[in-house]
């Protein structure tokens, strides 16, 4: 499987390293963009460097690199995910706006019927914000907003994370072990 992996700059970067981390155990084929403002978030929000998260993608691309392979359809690839996803590079998919190498490579994927993961990570949202979602969900885009299930009893923030990147994986049929799913050894309600 040949996945994109866009990170753009919304707090909650480590959803996205997480992602990387988990695809490559996987061994999932990810071609990696990150904007300037998650560079940013990442030295803010957390002790990972760009070497690192780079390592964990089998090719990356400058946000700014329109010329990327990423950029045509005659790439081939199963579709997109965009991890954290910042509300200004929603807005730019959502209205075709493809100034950037992520929005340009959503497009992308968007005009060649491919899958596609959007992981919003904004509170509160506006009414601008949720117009932009109903539009990319009308056109059969999976917005999943980065809002962890409690019913696995999580731990610590790993099992938060996890569970979020879970269910992104599980939109691309990926095989994993990130949580419990319910009914599996979970209590009844009525219990």
Partial sequence: MRLIVGITGSSGIVYGI???????RCNVDVHLIMTEW??????????FDLKYVKSLAGSYSEDSNMAASVSSGT????GMIIIPCSMKTLSSIANGYEETLV???AGVTIKESRKMVIVPRETPLTSIHLENMLKLAR?????LPAMPGFYNKPKNV??????????CLDQFGIEHDL????GTSNPSIND
Wanted: net charge positive.
């Fill in 139 to 143: 056109i059969g885009i999976v917005i």
């Fill in 75 to 78: 790439h081939k690839t199963d």
């Fill in 38 to 47: 998650a560079k940013k978030c990442l030295a803010l929000e957390t002790d």
């Fill in 18 to 24: 997480r992602m990387l981390e988990v695809l490559k």
């Fill in 158 to 167: 790993d099992d938060l994370l996890n569970h979020v990147v879970g269910k």
């Fill in 103 to 105: 929005a340009r490579a």
């Fill in 179 to 182: 949580f419990k799913r319910w």
